[in-house]
T-cell receptor
């Protein structure tokens, strides 16, 4: 079955540490996204990628970094510069980016990041 | 910046009743989507309605779109306990390169 796999499900970060969240998709989608969700709130876009080797900052990119070396993979690194990293992180993909309007997105089951 | 805003923030109903959630948005859209999120899980796409459509059905779901009022509603008929989740509307920013999600409506269906 096609889908998006995020790992780990739970992650703990020590102060000053960088951590990387994994996101892999086998849907053959070109576009991928990272969102942050805080309790009781909607999703905020961190980064998005239209195609391999290309990515753009979203609304809250400070303290985060990404890479897109393979179509299937879009890992997110939460750096020590992100002072409030505790949140639920969701990765998503869509067939293409934009076009005639936003495309339906497929989501992974998230990674919950907490500070030790 | 938030485009879609759902109303109410929370809704509690009995099993078998209908649930209606509303979404308002600010700018012109090509389409509007509704998603469901079960607790601790990712979002699941439910339905997409295009700007030239006024109503769309999918099983027990009915979505309406009023572009003159910049609003949409999601109706779940004959609700079940399994419908307990948060529901989000989503629209695209100008150019359609970013999907913007509202804060969601938390629905609780009591058995």
């Amino acid at each position: 079955d096609g889908g998006i796999t995020q790992s780990p499900k739970y992650l703990f970060r020590k102060e000053g540490q960088n951590v990387t969240l994994s996101c892999e998709q086998n849907l053959n989608h070109d576009a991928m996204y990272w969102y942050r969700q805080d309790p009781g709130q909607g999703l905020r876009l961190i980064y998005y990628s239209q195609i391999v080797n290309d990515f753009q900052k979203g609304d809250i990119a400070e303290g985060y970094s990404v890479s897109r070396e393979k179509k299937e993979s879009f890992p997110l690194t939460v750096t020590s510069a992100q002072k409030n990293p505790t949140a639920f992180y969701l990765c998503a993909s869509s067939r293409v980016l934009g076009g005639t309007g936003n495309q339906p997105q497929h989501f992974g089951d998230g990674t919950r990041l907490s500070i030790l | 910046s938030q485009q879609g805003e759902e109303d109410p923030q929370a809704l509690s109903i009995q099993e078998g009743e209908n649930a209606t959630m509303n979404c308002s948005y600010k700018t012109s859209i090509n389409n509007l989507q509704w998603y469901r999120q079960n607790s601790g899980r990712g979002l699941v796409h439910l339905i997409l309605i295009r700007s030239n459509e006024r109503e769309k059905h999918s099983g027990r779901l009915r979505v309406t779109l009023d572009t003159s009022k910049k609003s949409s509603s999601l109706l779940i008929t004959a609700s079940r306990a399994a419908d307990t989740a948060s529901y989000f509307c989503a629209t695209a920013n100008t150019g359609g390169f970013k999907t913007i999600f509202g804060a969601g409506t938390r629905l609780f269906v009591k058995a």
